[in-house]
Each structure stands twice: as structure tokens, then as C-alpha cells.
């Protein structure tokens, strides 16, 4: 799996390069085609960055990222 750094990850934000990419526990996902993460942002929360710390008291599990495809490792 091909690794990127925060910098690389910052860019994916939906704003600075067309792919919308997130971070959870070390893992990046790809999560452009979901309607709900539109423009770059989910609720309160923002691509192209590490959520690990934000989805403690999130809704819903981390179940959730098995519908995104992991494109890589955060370094």
C-alpha cells in the first residue's frame, strides 16, 4: 500500500485537488463518490486530514470506512 504524508493527505481536501481523501487510524480513504462528503465536508468534520481523535464521539462506527476503499498509509 502506497504511503503519504499529512501534506500530501491536506491536499485531498475537495477544495485543492478533485480526489476528497480522510485518515482513520493510520489508514487514508477515498471518499470522493460519497454524497455525503460533498465539497470536502461531513458535519462538522473536514477531508483531506487524520479523524482518528474526531470519531471517538462519532454516530456511528468505524464500520463505516469498510464502504470507502483504503488507498494508503498516513507516515
Known amino acids: 500500500m502506497q504511503t503519504y504524508t499529512r501534506q500530501q493527505l491536506a491536499l485531498r481536501n475537495g477544495q485543492d485537488k478533485p480526489e476528497i481523501w480522510i485518515a482513520y487510524q493510520g489508514i487514508i480513504y477515498d471518499v470522493t463518490a460519497s454524497r455525503l462528503w460533498k465539497n470536502g465536508k461531513h458535519?462538522?468534520?473536514?477531508?483531506?486530514?487524520?479523524?482518528t481523535?474526531?470519531?471517538?464521539?462519532?454516530?456511528?462506527?468505524?464500520?463505516?470506512?469498510?464502504?470507502?476503499s483504503a488507498i494508503g498509509k498516513l507516515v
Open 43 to 51: 458535519y462538522e468534520h473536514w477531508a483531506g486530514q487524520d479523524l
Open 53 to 68: 481523535e474526531e470519531l471517538v464521539d462519532a454516530p456511528h462506527t468505524e464500520k463505516v470506512f469498510r464502504r470507502f
